[in-house]
Nanobody, 115 residues
Framework: QVQLVESGGGLVQAGGSLRLSCAAS????????MGWYRQAPGKQRELVAL???????NYADSVKGRFTISRDNAENTIYLQMNSLKPEDTAVYCC?????????WGQGTQVTVSS
């Protein structure tokens, strides 16, 4: 089992930016894909962005053009650069890693966007 530790959340005004990081305790080469999910109060968890081992990226329609997912294999870390943040982006953001052994999750980091 791998440990995933998120950081970088916080409080930001609408239109601002944040960069989330997810550090893995093992090499991220072992994962088929890694991604970011979010869950707002009273809502279901939703996929925000996904990146595969091959570098393919998928984004939720609501964040396309504003968020960018990237990975640093040497640092065993993935990132989520979030620009032009909106109040509706407020949620707990969790890191996810998928391998043939299953899925691992981080504890999450709170992102709050004020209007």
């Amino acid at each position: 089992q791998v440990q995933l530790v998120e950081s970088g959340g916080g409080l930001v005004q609408a239109g601002g930016s944040l960069r989330l990081s997810c550090a893995a305790s093992r090499s991220i080469f072992r994962f088929n894909s890694m991604g970011w999910y979010r869950q707002a109060p009273g809502k279901q968890r939703e996929l925000v962005a996904l990146i595969t081992t091959g570098g393919n990226r998928n984004y939720a329609d609501s964040v396309k053009g504003r968020f960018t997912i990237s990975r640093d294999n040497a640092e065993n870390t993935i990132y989520l650069q979030m620009n032009s943040l909106k109040p509706e982006d407020t949620a707990v953001y969790c890191c996810n890693a998928n391998s043939r052994y299953g899925a691992d999750w981080g504890q999450g980091t709170q992102v709050t966007v004020s209007s």
